[in-house]
């Protein structure tokens, strides 16, 4: 029988580990066939590729990202194989299977939970093999009933084959992200956590790990992702992976990790100030919230004061960048609560903030606590809340708009300086600038039609006219220096209106040709020829001075900013006097 592990990947460059890890252990009495599809893909063109496998057995990976257009493929493959049998798998049909029995009756098995030793055991079933009474771990109809049978015992994962030696997958290895799973389970009890439900935590065998990493590594991965929910949970096994990992890494290659920062030992971040490479690791780290009340209401254990200390020792050895993660919706935060919990996660400066909505997963507490605290959500994937008793639609809709020009503005980093400014200075508060902004952004309808990087300047300028009180002249030198900072060659068009006239613009050429050190003694040792003067450096109005800004000092100075535009290194900057 011809089987097929199949999935809709958020995005191509994803690549699904439970599937390859499902082939490993049927192997080698069955070889399944993988194919990987995304959300975007068109269902009709999936079916037409999976009808074209010939499939009799066809099983889904499911997910909150993935489970609406999953049903859309699977009711249009069995209208077109109607003896395909379909099995479906993953966290989202793990819990409430009974839901979703009923709602795709399409399906024949759902595999629930850990899935290695039940799926191979169903395909013996499948092919005459064993009885189905004989397969742990399923839950299917039968007479209008649903059936259950119990979990198989929990696999000695240390037994596990590699999920990453399959020759179809080495030519796509350089070009997707390469998830390594070296535990499974968490130790923490997060309410809005799927991760909580699995107790105790479970270890791969480590030096079947790390020759993982060096196949990987071998054959082109640039990004491996672990999928551990709490990486460091152990000190000695981290520091062991940390030492490996930087000791026999490639160049070019990131590792990222989920850690909980507060229980980070401080020895352990100096270690890795003091011996990793700049960018070899990345850190992924859950904040949530820093509402005691909230966090003891979903069982989050949390030191807010250790979690800082970490988060700061790792940004000041700048080896290591943090992408820190907040949920708004969390029980008994109002708006003021989460206005708080930014701007004390904010404080930090993080790299990447990003700022999410409570979703309430099947399977969860507090889901299931759904209306002690007067949750409305979308009872349907990815079941996000609209309100709850003390946040309500407004408030979400509101942070919402934060959210979108957090991602614009600050995570993804064009014009950092602008933005310190305007979250120290001219705001009362950072989140007070992102969410009125992102209102202002919104009422404008920008966020329902596209950008380019001109835009993103022009559009922060408008609104910042509108803020009583800021200093415009200031703001958009900073805003030139960020836009200029970015840039290799000249701009062929400037965003910003204000030039030198002609005559100024002769004025001052003719005095850098004169003498280059009105620029700097550093300016005049490039020895620029009067083509390359005129070819690659331009001279706008300004109002900051550049000397004090670069050592972190904003000093209001009219005159003029002379920008040396160097392929392949930064842009070189001067502040030249009024002539």
Known sequence: MNTILTTLNAKYIHTNLALRYLKGAALPEFNPIIAEYTIKDPAFNIVSDLFQKKPDIVGFSCYIWNI????????????????????????????????????????????????????KQLLRHLHGEIALEDVPGICYLEDGKVRIHAQAPKIDLRELPSPFRFEEDLPHLSKRIQYIE??????FSCQFCLSSIEVGVRYFNREKIKEDIRFLMNNGARTIKFVDRTFNISRSYAMEMFQFLIDEHKPGVVFQFEITADIMRPEVIQFLNDNAPKGLFRFEIGVQSTNDLTNTLV????????????????????????????IAGLPEEDYASFRQTFNDVF??????????????????????????????????????IFSNNVLTFDDIVRIKHAEDVLEKYWNAHRMDHTIE????????????????????????????????????????????????????????SLMQLDYLMAQQFQPRKLWWKERPTEEQQKAL???????PAIAGETFANFNLSEKELFKHTLIIPHYIDYQNFSKGKIVQKSGYLLTYFRHGQAPYFATIDSL
């Open 182 to 187: 070296t535990s499974r389970g968490c130790p």
């Open 347 to 384: 404080a930090m400066r993080p790299e990447e903030l990003q700022l999410g909505f409570l979703k309430l997963l099947r399977g969860t507490g507090l889901r299931l606590e759904a209306e002690k605290f007067g949750y409305t959500y979308v009872d349907q994937s990815p079941y996000e």
């Open 509 to 515: 050429y003719s005095a850098l040709r004169e003498n």
């Open 421 to 476: 400014y305007l979250v120290t200075d001219v705001f009362e508060t950072p989140f007070d600038f992102f969410q009125n902004f992102g209102t202002y952004w919104e009422t404008k309808g920008w966020s329902r039609i596209g950008h380019q990087l001109e835009d993103l300047f022009l559009r922060l300028l408008m609104f910042l006219e509108t803020v009583e009180g800021a200093d415009l002249t200031t703001i958009q």
């Open 299 to 326: 069982k989050r254990r949390q030191n807010f004061e250790k979690l800082t200390r970490t988060v700061t020792m790792v940004k000041e050895g700048g080896k290591i960048d943090q992408h820190l993660d907040l």
């Open 68 to 119: 609406e257009e999953t049903i859309h493929v699977i009711k249009m493959l069995k209208t077109v194989c109607p003896n395909v049998k379909i099995l479906l798998g993953g966290p989202e049909v793990s819990y409430d299977s009974h839901h979703w029995l009923r709602r795709i009756e399409e399906v024949d098995f759902i595999v629930m939970g850990e899935g290695e030793t039940s799926f």
